[in-house]
């Protein structure tokens, strides 16, 4: 049977092609889905999001190679190496692999579909989320196995994760759509360095002058490790400030990304 929209005016049945774009909604789902794939069969990428963190809290939680002061080191090292995992994955990953797309033509191609520059931000952020999903669940065992213990609410420290990815989800996006794809690995790997080694990740903040730690406080890194630092060491809900900061930085970084993205 059929219904008065699906016939003509003379009461032929209407086969008339009926062309449109699926939902947003499955536009992201398929796209996040092919990202994920993408990205768990890059060993470089697993390198550098999974492999490299886990040496780190490895190295330092055993050794005595870092003075971080009083306290057990795996309590203080297991927050910010979470924080590094983040890092690693939603902006630096993220950015080079982008990048390379970019030069490549895919993004071109994807550009030609139905799919906008915000389904595009929203799927790769997607797969950055469960990526990271896996991340905590490895560097978790790694560290409970090392002796960490940690404490508070595990819903601050989802608000903290979820804050921290849209930051550098939104930067490392921003970098991957205006810049070449050779300069974008290039400052995606020197920014990676430089927030390792002054973001509060592996030592304390409190070994630089105070002035620069003031303006050092204000880096996302910085801030998602401090946020998890209270919460997870420290037994805080919520704690402002990081939030804050995070929450600013995402803002930015997601609107300028959605702003500036070139897709070739």
Sequence with gaps: MTTPAETGAAGRLDLAPAPGAVPLPRMIAAQTGYELRATL??????LLTLIIPVVLLT?????????????????FLAPGILALAVMSTAFTG????????????????????????AGLIGAKTLTVVLVEVLQDVVIGAVALALGWHPHGDPFSVAVLLLLGTAAFSGFGLLMAGTLRAEATLAAANLVYILLLAVGGVVFPLTKFPEGVRSVLELLPISALADGLRQVLQHGATLPGKPLLVLAVWAVAGLALAARFFRWE
């Design 41 to 46: 069969r890059n060993g470089e990428q697993l």
């Design 59 to 75: 190295l330092f939680s055993a050794t005595s190679l870092l003075d971080l002061g009083t306290g057990r080191r795996v309590d």
């Design 94 to 117: 993220q950015a080079i692999g982008t990048g390379f797309e970019r030069r490549y033509g895919v993004l071109k191609r994807l550009g030609a579909t139905p799919l906008p520059r």
